[in-house]
């Protein structure tokens, strides 16, 4: 098993503390991730998906319960026209129920407010209030949802060594940011901790070159799990240093399957009664997807040692700013 280094990463500070160098070097990152944003949302647009407003507040998000990459401090929940709401933690549940019944095809620029534990700080991929660019759609493989990701990502890699050769060498990525080769490589779980140990994550991230996917992970109720095997159809986009970019799965539709699994997980069903009440009627579609780290896939692109790097308003567990 390779031995993991630990690094020292220092925080990133608020606007007003920055020196000019500073300065300049935040609005390349600002300027990468614009493109991002723009390269992304005209990929999927352009591959028939429609664009949805986020939701901040809800009665149902996601549990983060089993997952056991999930180190949640606190949750948010505030009483509002005598109901309790959430903040959002993700909107996989909201995708579940949107693409079995109105948008088939679809994506959201999505707020997550996940409240992590301050020791998470200075690993440098942790932060307390983040982006997705969550998607989903229906009769969908993993297959087809790793070479929907794979070309938008590729796309917008080869785009950005073409028109922001600038902003890529002030941050010294001119030459070492290389568009990755498809297909990407693809890992089980299973292997990964057999070669790693109960930490695999950190030793993925630290060992790749290039984007590879992770299959197969025990998580929360909504990923779809086959019960003769055992097996996960879900998946992980890891990338070097930051490891999970994206999250994803095919999505559980059955009612005996769903209940069971909350059950087993002594999850909230209170929380879930729509889900479960839509799929006692047989209203939810086998649909698949997954959410996309903004700032952790630009932190990637621009060389970042903090993704709190590449936000204006810095998010880092553990430290509140005014702004």
């Given at each position: 098993m390779k031995q993991q280094t630990v690094q020292l990463i220092e925080i990133p500070k608020s606007l007003d503390q920055l020196s000019k160098a500073e300065l300049e070097r935040k609005a390349c990152i600002g300027k990468i991730m614009t493109y991002t944003l723009s390269s992304l949302t005209n990929t999927f647009v352009k591959k028939g998906f429609q664009w949805l407003l986020p939701v901040a507040l809800s009665q149902s998000?996601?549990?983060?319960?089993?997952?056991?990459?999930?180190?949640?401090?606190?949750?948010?929940?505030?009483?509002?026209?005598?109901?309790?709401?959430?903040?959002?933690a993700s909107m996989i549940i909201h995708k579940l129920i949107a693409a079995s019944t109105a948008y088939p095809k679809l994506f959201i620029l999505s707020?997550?407010?996940?409240i992590e534990k301050a020791e998470r700080a200075?690993?440098?991929k942790h932060i307390y209030e983040f982006t997705q660019l969550d998607f989903g759609t229906t009769d969908a493989t993993s297959k087809a949802v790793f070479s929907l990701v794979e070309d938008a990502v590729c796309t917008l890699v080869k785009d950005l060594k073409r028109d922001m050769k600038e902003e890529l060498t002030a941050l010294c990525r001119c030459d070492t940011l290389k568009v990755p080769k498809t297909p990407f490589k693809i890992y089980?779980?299973?292997?990964?901790?057999?070669?790693?140990?109960?930490?695999w994550e950190a030793g993925?991230?630290?060992?790749?070159?290039?984007?590879?996917?992770?299959?197969?992970?025990?998580?929360?109720?909504?990923?779809?799990?086959?019960?003769?095997?055992?097996?996960?159809?879900?998946?992980?986009l890891f990338m070097p240093q930051f490891g999970e970019v994206l999250s994803g799965a095919k999505r559980e539709y059955e009612y005996m399957k769903i209940l069971t699994k909350i059950e087993r997980d002594q999850v909230?069903?209170?929380?879930?009664?729509?889900?479960?009440?839509?799929?006692?009627?047989?209203?939810?579609?086998?649909?698949?997807?997954?959410?996309?780290?903004?700032?952790?896939?630009?932190g990637w692109i621009a060389g970042v040692k903090h993704i709190a790097e590449c936000q204006p308003f810095p998010r880092v567990p553990g430290t509140v700013h005014e702004l």
């Open positions: 998000t996601d549990p983060l319960w089993p997952d056991p990459g999930a180190s949640i401090e606190k949750r948010i929940e505030v009483d509002i026209y005598g109901k309790p709401v959430r903040t959002t707020p997550n407010i996940r200075k690993t440098g089980d779980r299973e292997d990964l901790e057999a070669k790693y140990g109960s930490d993925v991230a630290q060992e790749i070159t290039e984007p590879v996917w992770v299959t197969n992970i025990p998580r929360e109720f909504y990923d779809f799990e086959d019960a003769k095997t055992g097996k996960w159809d879900n998946y992980d909230k069903k209170e929380n879930y009664s729509l889900v479960l009440k839509m799929a006692k009627e047989g209203r939810l579609k086998p649909t698949a997807g997954g959410g996309i780290g903004m700032e952790r896939l630009v």
